[in-house]
């Protein structure tokens, strides 16, 4: 402030000095203005200009550094015309606007929101003020629907997404808007809001993804997600209780099904069951079945080669088998012509015990 007062100061002086005259019409130059007086008047314009020199050089400084963060990358103009690109770090260029530089965030993740607005969002073209207009959709069907979506995005080439087209935040917004209304427009209102969301998501990635490499916008496209699906309000309680109805319906169903895969897996492992246990028996059967017939064969066999043998050891044999199951017997010899009546033949064998 002292030197400006002085450089004041000192021009004042100078413009006296000039415009007064002495009686003849010269100047009229008085000792004050570069005498003494002009001394110290000079000495404050140094004083001036070296603080002006002093705040130049902190001007030229100050917009020759710059620091591009971890996340971004630095894309720099000299004169208006594209000269480098930055890695993240401190770096320096021309001063006084010779040099511009624009900071992109290559690696973060952005988003664009269709039918609601986040607060606070630091991307320009995050959101727009219409947000009512963008949600208002009309299906295959020619019903409405409200639909609100977000599309996730980074920006792959920095060099096209800043220079190839204009403003391409808000180019990538009209396409997104696009291509989601054409994807809702081949589809019915019942599929929007309940079963084909996903099949929407994905479309709509897919053709976002082509249309953004065909405009040469410089972005990836990562995720499209559909947020909220709803009716208009006006037909919302309606639409709200057929959703209601619809989801009984879809409770009963899965029901009957878990009672049915209880019941049937049960009866079909008892039919197993019995089925392997008839087999079983019908094995059983037919092996003793043949046994029999092998022991008969074996016996008829030897019974040919000695009949008289054979039936003597049979009926012995048979004997031995069934006379232990006789609680009393009687044997009676064949030329035997009385015999004595022999009561309670029992008795004496009921005392013993």
Request: aromatic share 6%.
């Amino acid at each position: 402030m002292a030197g400006n007062d002085a450089l004041d100061n000192f021009l004042k002086q100078l413009k006296n000095a000039r415009g007064s005259t002495n009686g003849s019409g010269a100047p009229n130059v008085t000792r004050g203005a570069f005498g003494a007086g002009g001394g110290a008047g000079i000495k404050g314009v140094l004083s001036g200009l070296g603080l002006l020199g002093v705040a130049a050089l902190a001007l030229i400084a100050y917009t020759a550094a710059y620091t591009v963060p971890s996340d971004s990358v630095g894309i720099v103009q000299r004169f208006g015309k594209y000269s480098s690109e930055k890695s993240p770090g401190l770096h320096f260029k021309l001063p006084l606007g010779a040099d511009k530089v624009t900071i992109l965030p290559v690696k973060r993740q952005l988003k664009q929101e269709f039918g609601f607005g986040t607060p606070g969002a630091t991307n320009e073209s995050q959101t727009r003020p219409d947000l009512a207009a963008q949600a208002q959709m009309v299906t295959g069907d020619l019903n409405a629907a409200l639909v609100e979506w977000v599309v996730q995005y980074r920006i792959a080439e920095p060099r096209k997404f800043l220079f190839d087209v204009r403003n391409p935040g808000e180019t990538l917004r009209d396409l997104s808007e696009s291509v989601m209304r054409e994807v809702v427009g081949d589809r019915t209102v019942d599929e929007v809001i309940t079963i084909g969301r996903q099949e929407i998501e994905n479309e709509a990635l897919t053709n976002m993804q082509a249309l953004v490499g065909k405009y040469g916008i410089g972005v990836s496209i990562d995720q499209v997600q559909l947020k909220n699906i709803n009716p208009p309000k006006p037909v919302q309680e309606s639409f709200n209780e057929v959703n209601q109805a619809q989801q009984e319906k879809e409770s009963l169903i899965n029901a009957a099904r878990r009672e049915y895969n209880k019941v049937i897996p049960l009866a079909e492992g008892e039919k197993d069951q019995r089925i392997r246990a008839a087999d079983g028996y019908r094995l059983k059967r037919i092996n003793e079945a043949e046994g029999d017939a092998a022991r008969f064969n074996a016996v008829l066999t030897e019974y040919s080669k000695a009949p008289e043998v054979t039936r003597r050891r049979i009926y012995i044999e048979t004997l031995q088998e069934v006379l232990p199951g006789l609680d009393s017997k009687i044997i009676v010899d064949e030329e035997s012509q009385k015999i004595l009546p022999l009561m309670h033949l029992n008795s004496a064998a009921e005392l013993a015990k």
